[in-house]
């Protein structure tokens, strides 16, 4: 018989793949002797089983749950719905990865309408039993049953209001006996006439099955779409004794980390309430303490909860994420777990663990997710705007970084407005996991309730998205789509600037500018250069991306398309005086014109590279895409070429392609006309040449046929390339070598890679092409579909963001073999926008590719996510 139930004393932290992240950690906290409310783990296994057996829990898992429950009725002294002392459990999801606010939990699970009496006889506590059981009735209707929260939140204010008092902590026994009975008739009436379940087992199978079905709820799987965790893992539940943080004055509930998650500074940081369970403090519905102030409230407990912090984070040697419970002056922990950070905290804890003595530096490279060093490189306000800019309110700095947009009030307004392209804040009175979706196209998040440790400020965090908490003095009208601060109305689509670093809030749009990076990061960065064994490259077009690259840690150019450099305003009419030509030497006249221009990019890109490689990708798009289509631009260059607008528009008329994607493109086009590779041989040629003359670099051009499905194809290019290098060597007297390669971005070029070996020297594969012939669809087009797609679970991720390794890694794959059995020596790279994603990066360094190459911006996210590969394998 499988065993799919493990009492907390029966796991370790090695059971993560089992256990879930949470599990593992409550078994490795009861083995070190910790004070932690028992309980068991229903295992990840039991979660698939879930899925596979039709959303249905076995017999055999409901028996060992029942099993693991008799243990802890004897463990605790307690029966599970007792009428006079009820055990009351709390049931939590757990995944391997953290996955903050993400799935469902169910608190005070056990209490029906007779044992909550005899709860209250017990206690003593009539107001905290009916505060339990209220709460209960809430989160049941909520998680289980879906009965939405606001209808109860809704019943609670208009009691708030009718007794004249601001807090839930105000309202009396008999209150929350009355809300009780009113949330049990929101629930029955929700439910067509169904009673709020009183059987504790019933309960408690509900929940489970709650927490295995929020695995797949629509925020989780964005997060586990955003954060590439794989939707097979599942969730274990953990079901553990309650303890109570809401018995009154010597009773409190918080969460901490043993650093600072924002900044990565050493020292406990963190919040609690008194007279309060856990989701209060995480919701953000009461703006909690300091940690600090748990020394005068309870020095005894804040003695201890020192000393057992200090034991967590030497134990894990990493910055825990603590959650704490003090039930009438005593302190249990409820969980610990590696604590989200943003990047430059990353960075901090990592170095300053090495320095420690805590940590390898092969460790502090693996510790930092390498996606959130993107955070790093956002932009920071401009002094001298920030200076002239109005403040009209300041709250808690709860993730780092400079916002400026919009103002939109709902997940799903600024989801939208976020994919016209806007630049959003978001602005809400509290987050909550639903809004997963309007944060992730946000630049920065507003909150009016919540602290530090509020939902907002986790998951912004861990996003690396700008975020202010706790700003009370704001007054929202969530009907008029607006609030007031600081003497200010602001409506929706009105800017408004955020400092997540310092938490002030001001109005209008203040100028951003790019970061700047050095200490830490250089620190991380130079191990990360000694670990991997992958090269990084970048994707530029100009000299200024080109030193940015550079100065990010590029050791060349990947893929400089040419054809951004022939879009500029007085160069276009020129490519367009080529298009219109009828004759080879009209063609070659107009690409005269265009030759000093490009020739000049070449050099100054040359000269930012010193000496560094460059990979020069000849003429790829339609020639349609050139065309004019305004009527006065259309008039314009039929007059410089003695044209009439009609023969013009006939002209791009007869461009038009019915599937431009597979179209006259690429290598075609040196096919048709290979004035156009001519022109852009001599341009590449004499720049180097030039710049090896005037700067001294070794310059080897590399020149990249695309679109090649076919050995004759490429040699047809080959042999005009050849002949026009040749030429510019000898006119200029010089010695200098060339390489000519191609991309494979076709399937049949996989296929036959071996062949066409033959005539190239190396290989970039063009993952962006590659994948739309693959899966054969168009990525401009994915977007009407593929979230059906995740929805219906038949994809988890973007194709065109993350490698897809299974299809287009195979043909990769089989190009990298195919090409190294006819030429040893052939060097391969990536060149799509995969090469800046690190599970496509792991994949590249897996099969051997040379280099990656990725816009500028990524390039430090390709370093580390190279050298985490390399240390992965080793």
């Keep these: 018989m499988a065993k799919w139930v493990y009492l907390f004393k029966e796991g370790n932290a090695d059971m993560r793949n089992l256990l879930g992240g949470k599990g593992a950690n409550l078994a490795e906290m009861t083995k070190l002797g910790l004070p932690i409310p028992q309980g068991f783990t229903v295992t990840t296994e039991a979660c698939t089983d879930y899925y596979n057996s039709?959303?249905?829990?076995?017999?055999?898992?409901?028996?060992?749950?029942?099993?693991a429950l008799e243990w802890l009725e004897k463990e605790n002294g307690k029966k599970f719905g007792d009428t006079e002392n009820p055990l009351l459990v709390s049931v939590r999801s757990g995944a391997r990865a953290s996955?903050?606010?993400?799935?469902?939990?169910?608190?005070?699970?056990?209490?029906?309408?007779?044992?909550?009496?005899?709860?209250?006889?017990?206690t003593g506590n009539p107001r905290f039993a009916y505060d339990s059981y209220r709460r209960f009735i809430q989160m049941f209707s909520d998680v289980v049953m879906e009965v939405p929260k606001?209808?109860?939140?809704?019943?609670?204010?208009?009691?708030?209001?009718?007794?004249?008092?601001?807090?839930?902590?105000?309202?009396?026994?008999?209150?929350?006996?009355?809300?009780?009975?009113k949330f049990k008739a929101v629930y029955k009436e929700a439910m067509n006439g169904q009673d709020f379940p009183q059987d504790p087992k019933v309960q408690l199978m509900e929940a489970v099955k709650a927490v295995f079905?929020?695995?797949?709820?629509?925020?989780?799987?964005?997060?586990?779409?955003?954060?590439?965790?794989?939707?097979?893992?599942?969730?274990?539940?953990?079901?553990?004794?309650?303890v109570f943080g809401n018995m009154g004055d010597t009773s409190g509930t918080g969460v901490a980390f043993t650093r600072n998650p924002s900044t990565g500074a050493k020292g406990i940081f963190g919040e609690y309430l008194i007279n309060a369970q856990g989701e209060d403090v995480v919701?953000?519905?009461?703006?909690?303490?300091?940690?600090?102030?748990?020394?005068?409230?309870?020095?005894?407990?804040?003695?201890?909860?020192?000393?057992i912090a200090s034991k967590l984070e030497d134990h894990y040697r990493d910055m825990q994420d603590m959650e704490f419970t003090i039930q009438e002056g005593k302190l249990f922990f409820l969980q610990t777990r590696n604590g989200k950070r943003t990047a430059p905290a990353a960075l901090q804890i990592a170095c300053d663990l090495v320095d420690e003595g805590k940590i390898t530096p092969e460790e502090a490279v693996l510790r930092i997710e390498a996606k959130s060093l993107d955070q790093l490189l956002h932009p920071t306000f401009d002094t001298a705007?920030?200076?002239?800019?109005?403040?009209?309110g300041s709250a808690l700095p709860a993730s780092p970084g400079a916002a400026a947009g919009k103002v939109y009030f709902t997940a799903e307004e600024a989801k939208a407005a976020g994919e016209k392209g806007e630049r959003v804040i978001l602005v809400r009175l509290e987050t909550s996991p639903e809004d997963i979706e309007g944060m992730h196209a946000s630049r920065g998040i507003l909150t009016v309730r919540g602290g530090m440790t509020s939902h907002a400020a986790v998951v912004a965090r861990g996003m690396g998205t700008a975020c202010v908490s706790g700003c009370g003095e704001i007054k929202i009208n969530e009907e008029a789509k607006t609030f007031e601060l600081g003497g200010h109305t602001i409506k929706e689509g009105d800017y408004i600037s955020l400092d997540g670093?310092?938490?002030?809030?001001?109005?209008?749009?203040?100028?951003?500018?790019?970061?700047?990076?050095?200490?830490?990061?250089?620190?991380?960065?130079?191990?990360?250069?000694?670990y991997r064994k992958l090269q990084v490259r970048t994707n530029a077009d100009t000299p200024a991306d080109t030193k940015n690259a550079v100065r990010l840690g590029a050791e060349g150019i990947g893929l400089c398309r040419t054809e951004h450099m022939f879009f500029e305003e007085e160069r276009i009419p020129k490519i367009r005086k080529m298009i219109l030509s009828e004759t080879v030497e009209g063609r070659e006249a107009a690409l005269n014109e265009l030759l000093e221009f490009q020739k000049?990019?070449?050099?100054?890109?040359?000269?930012?590279?010193?000496?560094?490689?460059?990979?020069?990708?000849?003429?790829?798009?339609p020639l349609h895409e050139f065309v004019p289509t305004k009527e006065e631009d259309i008039k314009a260059l039929a007059d410089e070429m003695g044209l009439t607008v009609e023969q013009v528009k006939a002209t791009c008329d007869s461009l038009h392609e019915f599937n431009p994607m597979m179209g006259h493109r690429g290598c075609r086009l040196a096919v048709t006309y290979p004035e156009i590779a001519k022109m852009q041989t001599r341009a590449v040629m004499e720049a180097a040449i030039e710049v090896k003359a005037e700067k001294g670099y070794d310059i080897v051009p590399e020149i990249m046929i695309p679109l090649v499905g076919e050995k004759k194809e490429l040699k047809f290019v080959k042999d005009v390339v050849v002949e026009v290098a040749e030429q510019v060597k000898k006119e200029k007297n010089s010695d200098i070598k060339y390489h000519i390669g191609t991309m494979i971005e076709i399937p049949r070029a996989a296929l036959l890679a071996d062949e066409i070996a033959e005539e190239a020297e190396f290989f970039s594969f063009g993952t962006n092409d590659l994948t739309q012939m693959t899966f054969g669809f168009s990525r401009d087009d994915a977007g009407k579909f593929l979230d059906a797609y995740y929805k219906a679970k038949i994809y988890e991720s973007d194709p065109f963001a993350r490698l897809d390794q299974n299809g287009v890694g195979q043909l990769v794959k089989m190009a990298a073999e195919k090409g190294r059995a006819t030429r040893p020596d052939i060097k391969l790279g990536i060149c799509g926008e995969h090469g800046g994603d690190p599970s496509s990066v792991e994949f590249c360094h897996k099969v051997g590719l040379t280099y990656v190459s990725c816009s500028p911006f990524r390039v430090p996210i390709a370093r580390l996510a190279a050298a985490q590969a390399a240390l992965a394998q080793k």
């Design 54 to 67: 039709g959303k249905k829990i076995t017999e055999e898992i409901q028996g060992q749950i029942f099993e």
């Design 99 to 122: 996955m903050p606010g993400m799935m469902d939990t169910i608190l005070n699970l056990g209490l029906n309408d007779v044992s909550v009496e005899g709860f209250a006889k017990k």
């Design 150 to 181: 606001s209808y109860f939140e809704k019943i609670i204010d208009e009691m708030k209001e009718a007794k004249g008092v601001h807090f839930d902590t105000d309202l009396d026994a008999n209150d929350l006996k009355e809300l009780a009975e």
């Design 213 to 242: 079905r929020s695995w797949d709820n629509p925020r989780a799987i964005v997060y586990r779409r955003m954060n590439d965790i794989p939707g097979d893992w599942g969730t274990a539940v953990n079901v553990q004794t309650m």
């Design 283 to 307: 919701a953000g519905v009461r703006t909690p303490q300091p940690i600090s102030k748990l020394e005068e409230d309870m020095p005894e407990c804040y003695k201890e909860f020192m000393a």
């Design 385 to 392: 705007a920030l200076k002239a800019g109005e403040v009209i």
């Design 501 to 530: 670093s310092t938490g002030k809030i001001y109005l209008g749009d203040i100028k951003t500018v790019e970061a700047s990076v050095g200490g830490n990061f250089g620190r991380i960065m130079e191990w990360a250069d000694k």
């Design 600 to 621: 000049a990019d070449f050099k100054a890109m040359y000269e930012a590279l010193e000496g560094k490689p460059m990979t020069v990708r000849y003429l790829d798009p």
